[in-house]
């Protein structure tokens, strides 16, 4: 069964840095595009980076130059780095494939950025 369990959010000053991890089972993240979203309650959910089963990558406006998506294939575990973080950067974070699974939305990860 395939499952995510996304972990390492934190309080973080502006300017900081946090590594995110998703850990993955039941499936490859290496034979899919994986991807991280994030959302904040009465919002809609988005896409943050993507990376494709070749290693392209994908980033929305709002990382660009400042997150940068990983996987270890050994691991199984996909992160996501984030430099320079900013206020607007708060959010509750996820992973799921690229064309995300309704029914593989985990708890995410929450990513509070304070002045």
């Known amino acids: 069964q395939v499952q995510f369990v996304e972990s390492g959010g934190n309080l973080v000053q502006i300017g900081g840095s946090l590594r995110l991890s998703c850990a993955a089972s039941?499936?490859?993240?290496?034979?899919?595009?994986m991807a991280w979203y994030r959302q904040n309650p009465g919002y809609q959910r988005e896409l943050v980076a993507s990376?494709?089963?070749?290693?392209?990558?994908i980033y929305a406006e709002s990382g660009k130059g400042r997150f940068t998506i990983s996987r270890d294939n050994a691991k199984n575990i996909l992160y996501l780095q984030m430099d320079s973080l900013k206020l607007e950067d708060t959010n509750v974070y996820f992973c799921?494939?690229?064309?995300?699974?309704?029914?593989?939305w985990g708890q995410g990860t929450q990513v509070t950025v304070t002045s």
């Open positions: 799921n494939f690229g064309s995300p699974s309704r029914r593989l």
């Open positions: 039941g499936m490859l993240i290496s034979d899919r595009t």
């Open positions: 990376i494709a089963a070749d290693g392209s990558t």
